[in-house]
């Protein structure tokens, strides 16, 4: 009732846990409270793979003069926070390496699916397939003229490689920070290759440091150290979002 008729009540309460982020009993990815500290009034940040919009939350109470745009493929979470970010720009699009039509899987369980957990890689069969359409944030960007981009988010649920071959033109010129979700268990492909790929264009690795607060420069060999099975669901040691950030900022 209240998201129907008053949704920014409705956005009040639901993200209210992101106001108070605790350290050292984290509830949520700490990486948010990093986002705060790097974005700005004028600030453009996008956000591909929006979920429910936790990041786009996080952006919003910072950027006032400056964009928050979100990417998100599936249509029901489209739809469900479309009304919550009026001021953001939402596109019910997929970003990989080139721009077409895919299949989304969304994997079931029980008789409902598990919409937050969608991918384009394949998931087995126990999964509903959507066609969706994709674009490469290259020449999306290029397409809507966007010059200033300073901060990309992706969570694409083990297609971040290709989405961020999509983004080999803003990798080289615009050079904005990445703050990308890397797993072992969700990737496809050779660890260290999309590490080396971001490297190339001129940027160092950090992860995001629970207790300081602060980012520490990162090498991918200590995935395995950040992300063993008895970490998983602990936000306060399990470490899967890296920092990519331009060397000389």
């Not at 699009?93 to 299949?103: D, F, N, P, Y």
Request: proline residues 5%; glycine residues 6%.
């Amino acid at each position: 009732m209240a998201y129907q008729f008053w949704p920014s009540l409705y956005k009040k309460r639901y993200y209210k846990t992101l106001d108070s982020l605790s350290t050292g009993n984290y509830k949520c990815e700490p990486e948010l409270l990093y986002l705060q500290q790097i974005l700005k009034p004028d600030s453009v940040f996008i956000d591909i793979g929006t979920n429910k919009g936790i990041y786009l939350y996080q952006a919003e109470k910072v950027i006032t003069t400056g964009k928050v745009i979100g990417f998100e493929p599936n249509r029901s979470l489209v739809n469900y926070i479309k009304p919550l970010f009026p001021k953001a720009e939402i596109y019910p699009l997929a970003v990989s390496s080139q721009s077409g039509t895919a299949v989304l899987n969304i994997p079931k369980k029980g008789n409902s699916l598990q919409d937050t957990r969608a991918s384009l890689e394949a998931m087995g069969e126990d999964v509903e397939k959507v066609e969706i359409q994709m674009v490469a944030l290259d020449e999306f960007a290029k397409e809507k003229q966007w010059s200033k981009i300073d901060v990309v988010k992706i969570d694409v649920e083990g297609h971040e490689f290709d989405t961020i071959k999509g983004c080999a033109e803003i990798l080289k010129t615009i050079q904005p920070i990445f703050i990308i979700e890397i797993e072992l268990r969700h990737a496809h492909y050779p660890i260290k290759d999309i590490f080396d790929f971001i490297i190339g264009f001129g940027y160092e690795v950090f992860y995001f440091d629970r207790k300081t607060l602060k980012t520490v420069p990162f090498d991918y060999n200590q995935m395995a150290d950040f992300q063993k099975d008895d970490y998983l669901n602990d936000f306060n040691l399990y470490i899967n979002n890296f920092i990519f950030i331009p060397k000389g900022i």
